[in-house]
């Protein structure tokens, strides 16, 4: 009795459809250089022990050469308490960096609206309480699937899927806007 449930068990086994691998880790930013990137500004973004970093410019971006749709972005960074930067995703303009043709994810303690301060997804999810981010390094993660997207900062959700449908694809941006700001890793995984 035994040993036909066991071959009967094989069987279903043999005839379910494998499992989906995981999709896998891939650095977004390499930790050396800026190779699949390009300078959108002329910011002084500077690399030195692996990590990325500005601390004075115009308002100036860093956008990834390739295209993502559905993905989970970490981050790790570093700002000063008045730090203006972001995360930019789904970018439809790689030439043009804006709110109105991307999805900008905050990463802005003082901003004046503080509805869409650190943690907010700009005129999308505005943020209930802005996490502090200044003095210290954070570990952002940014989900983006279909028309949904959350937004975790230090284990904090600050975007819990919330839909919008304006941006189904497009590049991944860094930016840097005024105060220090440092990147540690950028690391994707496609879903």
Same mark, same amino acid.
């Given at each position: 009795?035994?040993?036909?449930?066991?071959?009967?068990?094989?069987?279903?086994?043999?005839?379910?459809?494998?499992?989906?691998?995981?999709?896998?880790?891939?650095?977004?930013?390499?930790?050396?250089?800026?190779?699949? %990137?390009?300078?959108?500004?002329?910011?002084?973004?500077?690399?030195?022990?692996?990590?990325?970093?500005?601390?004075?410019?115009?308002?100036?971006?860093?956008?990834?050469?390739?295209?993502?749709?559905?993905?989970?972005?970490?981050?790790?960074?570093?700002?000063?308490?008045?730090?203006?930067? @972001?995360?930019?995703?789904?970018? /439809?303009?790689?030439?043009?960096?804006?709110?109105?043709?991307?999805?900008?994810?905050?990463?802005?303690?003082?901003?004046?609206?503080?509805?869409?301060? /650190? @943690?907010?997804?700009?005129?999308?999810?505005?943020?209930?309480?802005?996490?502090?981010?200044? @003095?210290? %390094?954070?570990?952002?993660?940014?989900?983006?699937?279909?028309?949904?997207?959350?937004?975790?900062?230090?284990?904090?959700? /600050?975007?819990?899927?919330?839909?919008?449908?304006?941006?189904?694809?497009?590049?991944?941006?860094?930016?840097?806007?005024?105060?220090?700001?440092?990147?540690?890793?950028?690391?994707?995984?496609?879903?």
């Amino acid at each position: 009795m035994h040993r036909r449930s066991f071959i009967g068990g094989l069987a279903a086994l043999a005839l379910a459809p494998p499992a989906r691998a995981a999709a896998r880790w891939c650095p977004l930013w390499n930790g050396r250089n800026l190779d699949g %990137w390009a300078r959108l500004g002329d910011a002084a973004w500077t690399i030195e022990n692996g990590i990325l970093a500005c601390d004075h410019g115009p308002i100036s971006y860093l956008v990834s050469t390739q295209d993502f749709t559905d993905f989970q972005l970490r981050a790790i960074f570093w700002v000063s308490d008045n730090a203006n930067s @972001g995360i930019f995703i789904r970018c /439809t303009n790689p030439a043009e960096v804006t709110p109105v043709n991307s999805y900008e994810v905050n990463i802005f303690e003082q901003r004046p609206d503080q509805r869409f301060a /650190t @943690g907010a997804i700009v005129g999308v999810a505005p943020v209930a309480a802005v996490p502090k981010t200044g @003095g210290r %390094w954070n570990h952002m993660d940014i989900t983006a699937r279909g028309d949904r997207f959350t937004v975790t900062i230090n284990g904090q959700r /600050t975007v819990d899927n919330v839909a919008d449908t304006k941006h189904m694809s497009g590049r991944i941006t860094l930016q840097y806007g005024a105060g220090v700001v440092k990147f540690r890793s950028v690391k994707v995984r496609e879903l």
